[in-house]
């Protein structure tokens, strides 16, 4: 299945098993002392994983936001959303160090 731009490249389905086999992996090697519950610890570590592969998503959603708000000027210049579109994500990919 090729890669999608825009769409979450590890399958949801995948995370919660990705999240085991890093903490088990962390825990075995003794890397870290567990001071909270390893359910916790799991779920979190879930939750991390999650909010990074969707960081791209939540970006994309924010420039067609930014560009939305100016479409009127887009479309009155007869501008190329679409380069549009990956100028904006570039910049803010470039001020907020978004590694993607």
């Known amino acids: 299945m090729p890669l999608q ?4 490249r590890v399958p949801k389905t995948w995370v919660p098993l990705m ?6 992996s962390i825990i075995s090697k003794d890397l870290v002392k567990i001071t ?3 359910k916790k610890l799991l779920s979190e570590t ?3 994983i999650m ?3 969707t960081v791209e998503d939540r ?3 924010e420039v067609r936001e930014i560009l939305k708000k100016h479409s009127s000027v887009i479309e009155l210049g007869r501008l190329d959303f679409r380069k549009l579109f990956d100028l904006t994500k570039q910049k803010l990919v470039k001020e907020r160090n978004i590694v993607l």
Do not use: F, T
């Not at 731009?5 to 979450?8: H, V």
């Not at 999240?19 to 088990?24: G, Q, S, W």
């Open 51 to 53: 909010h990074e592969l």
């Open 59 to 61: 970006l994309n959603e």
């Open 46 to 48: 879930e939750e991390l």
């Open 19 to 24: 999240a085991k086999r890093i903490v088990d």
């Open 5 to 8: 731009k825009g769409r979450m």
């Open 36 to 38: 909270v519950p390893s």
